[in-house]
Nanobody, 124 residues
């Protein structure tokens, strides 16, 4: 599967952004989907994940209550709605797909397909 992330940009603290990740290739609903981010000088970290049906989600504590992950299997797209953005949310955001596991994982090594990053910059 090929993943294409989009929607990043420069915003002010408190603003919102919605990231999208469009998939092509195999049946999209076969994949668990996740969003990760990596800030300069830091390791890539889990942000949010969603099950194949969209019925189960998982969030990092740092974004819980501010970010919402969703998916539209008819459009082969996963979204990350980011509200109340903070400067510490500044990072390159990556979408990822896991075709092998049954349950969501927060570990980046669990995901076997990755999109290119989309940069989110939040100014104070």
């Amino acid at each position: 599967v090929q993943l294409q992330a989009s929607g990043g940009g420069l915003v002010q603290a408190g603003d919102s952004l919605r990231l999208s990740c469009a998939a092509s290739g195999r049946t999209y609903s076969d994949y668990l989907m996740g969003w990760f981010r990596q800030a300069p000088g830091k390791e890539r970290e889990f942000v949010a994940g969603i099950s194949r049906s969209g019925g189960s989600t998982s969030y990092a504590d740092s974004v819980k209550g501010r970010f919402t992950i969703s998916r539209d299997n008819a459009k082969n797209t996963v979204y990350l709605q980011m509200d109340s953005l903070k400067p510490e949310d500044t990072a390159a955001y990556y979408c990822a797909a896991d075709s092998t596991r049954r349950y969501l994982s927060r570990t980046y090594s669990a995901y076997n397909y990755w999109g290119q990053g989309t940069l989110v910059t939040v100014s104070s």
